[in-house]
């Protein structure tokens, strides 16, 4: 696995456990301990995000020291003495864990959490259960089930503010932080508002931060297997371009493990009639949102053009940037624009009448639920909406495993070639850069008339850094282009815009930082292993491979793209186009 480094390579000398080890100066005892091949356990800890010291799990003794001190900030220093795992040190993590089941709803066979939580890990590594726990004051709070993406309950919260830093932080919303003091403190929005009366744009960055069940996706899987199991509907399911690179994950598989054509495998045998790719979509997103952009680049008109594919980004540009509406594509995303196909072009070319078919995504995004029930989102009219259900990755894991598949003993299988076809450009769209790059192919070969030496735009590529900018030359005229991930810094770059300081054509935005490959639908995944290992690179660099490994790497060869304009649509930007794939936006004021 690719690590987190520091730059940093000046090394301090020390030993833990009597083992001498070095680390880079400016590590802290935590990152030494790791480098050592030592864990240290955690619970409130995230790295660059929420380094408060506040749980005290990380607990160790260093020698001189007068008191145990918290390894996730205490720093390392020459000829430093750490002991990890003395009595001492056992005895605090075990009162710890005690004093958080005080105050925590152990009904965990329930929670959505059991085997994946943190905290439950933790107690059955220490030999703590709920009957050594101390007696605690336990709140009662109403469970905040008000969005359509999450569900909020704070009687399993730990108070580890994890959710809370990585909201302001990272996204910076600040939907929620904590209120009131001692027993009552407890994390939500302010005056105690339901969430659906906040800022949330629906990111779940909240979600996969959270270690415990305090925070968790809605699910949506109950109303899929009705669906499969009703004989009169035609149930349909497209899969977004990083799901692959993700779901592995879900079965114990290498983070970045390219699953593809298991995961179809897997679909077919749970029962949908058709399993498709979003990325057709994506690719038919590009024809769509380049002929957009050239025209407004020609005219000069409503520029700089913003992507529209990220629903998180959409709905937070409508709350917080309203004066930016009128520069956000018109495009729908690639999952409508699958489902405005399906229930419009495939319900013809199948006989079915649209009604009858029942579109289920799979996103790595959880405000793809907010996105298909927003409004102008029925290309086929009479309220058939063109996403009937929207799933996560972990969802559809959790679908897997209650079917009894064995997911590792899948054979390959490919996407059905009615909706399934794609090409290479349409695989990075998981990726911060990745629209703007597929869009680049396209718009190139339209303005120069000729086929691009190589498809690749490697300074808009990286998922570490949140704003990255270019320039290119094509037919004689200048295109700047910014691709930014993490909502917090969306509003840096729109700061940029309406001052003036900066002047771009193109704007790629992704709420979730790295892109969809971390959504907040993606796989859970441990502190332990947010902390030390490069997620997002090593995801992304699954979908890189795979479009370097396609024949097709641009969006206007893809031939099923070219049939369906062919067919159906007749030109990208036509006046059908617009009323099939395209959108409209609103004004919000903290409201759904």
């Given amino acids: 696995m690719e690590t987190l480094n520091r730059q940093d390579q000046t090394m301090v000398h020390l030993t833990i456990n009597n083992i001498p080890c070095c680390a880079p100066a400016g590590s802290t005892i935590l990152e030494a301990a790791h480098a050592a091949g030592i864990a240290i356990p955690t619970l409130c800890y995230l790295k660059e995000v929420n380094e408060i ?29 750490v002991f990890t795992n003395t009595k001492n040190v056992q005895a605090a993590r075990r009162t710890n864990l005690k004093l958080l089941l005080s105050i925590h709803n152990q009904d965990c066979l329930s929670c959505p959490r059991s085997g994946d939580c943190e905290l439950q890990k933790l107690c059955r590594e220490y030999g703590v259960d709920n009957h050594m726990a101390f007696e605690g004051e336990k709140n009662h709070y109403e469970i905040d089930t008000t969005t359509p993406h999450l569900i909020r309950d704070n009687s399993k919260c730990i108070l580890c503010r994890r959710c809370v830093a990585t909201c302001e932080k990272v996204m910076g919303v600040e939907a929620i932080g904590v209120s009131q003091r001692g027993f009552k403190t407890h994390i939500g929005p302010s005056f105690d508002a339901m969430l659906n009366q906040t800022a949330c744009i629906n990111c779940g960055q909240c979600i996969v931060a959270c270690p415990t069940g305090a925070l968790t996706t809605t699910v949506e899987t109950d109303t899929v297997w009705a669906a499969i199991d009703d004989p009169t509907k035609h149930v349909i399911i497209q899969t977004a371009p990083s799901v692959r690179a993700t779901l592995g994950e879900c079965f114990g598989l290498p983070v970045g493990t390219n699953v593809e054509g298991k995961m179809v495998a897997a679909l077919r045998r749970l029962g949908f009639d058709g399993v498709f790719d979003t990325d057709f979509a994506a690719d038919m997103t590009i024809m769509e949102e380049a002929t957009e952009f050239l025209h407004r680049f020609e005219s000069g008109q409503r520029l700089p053009l913003f992507t529209s594919c990220c629903p998180g980004w959409v709905k937070y540009c409508e709350e917080f940037y309203p004066e930016f509406l009128p520069n956000l594509s018109t495009c729908k995303s690639p999952q409508q624009m699958f489902g405005a196909l399906a229930k419009t ?89 990745g629209v703007m790059e597929a869009a680049l192919r396209t718009a190139a070969e339209v303005l120069t008339g000729k086929p691009l030496a190589d498809p690749v735009f490697q300074d808009i590529r990286g998922t570490d850094q949140g704003i990255k900018e270019a320039e290119y030359q094509l037919v004689g005229k200048k295109i700047r282009v910014c691709c930014v991930s993490g909502i917090g810094n969306a509003a840096t770059v729109l700061e940029w815009i309406k001052s003036g300081e900066k002047q771009y054509d193109f704007v790629e935005v992704m709420a979730c930082p790295g892109g969809c490959i971390n959504g907040g639908g993606q796989p859970t995944q441990p502190a332990e292993v947010r902390n030390f290992w490069n997620l997002k690179a090593l995801r992304a660099k699954a979908l890189y491979d795979e479009d370097e490994a396609t024949v097709l790497r641009k969006s206007h060869e893809n031939p099923l793209v070219q049939r369906v304009y062919e067919e159906f649509l007749g030109q990208p930007g036509s006046e059908k186009a617009h009323h099939i794939l395209h959108t409209s936006y609103v004004e919000r004021d903290y409201e759904y």
């Fill in 53 to 81: 010291g506040a749980c005290r799990m990380c607990v160790v003794e260093v020698r001189g020291a007068r008191n145990l001190v918290p390894a996730c900030v205490h720093p390392i220093a020459e000829g430093m003495e």
């Fill in 345 to 433: 072009y495939y319900a013809q070319k199948k006989g079915i009448d649209p009604k009858d078919i029942v579109c289920v995504s799979v996103m790595p995004c959880t405000a793809k639920k907010f996105e298909h029930k927003r409004g102008n989102q029925s290309a086929a009219g009479d309220g058939i909406r063109d996403v009937d259900v929207a799933l996560t990755t972990r969802a559809l894991g959790h679908m897997i495993k209650r079917a009894g598949l064995l997911f590792d003993q899948m054979p390959d299988e490919q996407f059905d070639s009615a909706l399934g076809i794609a090409s290479g450009a349409s695989y990075i769209f998981g990726v911060t850069g």
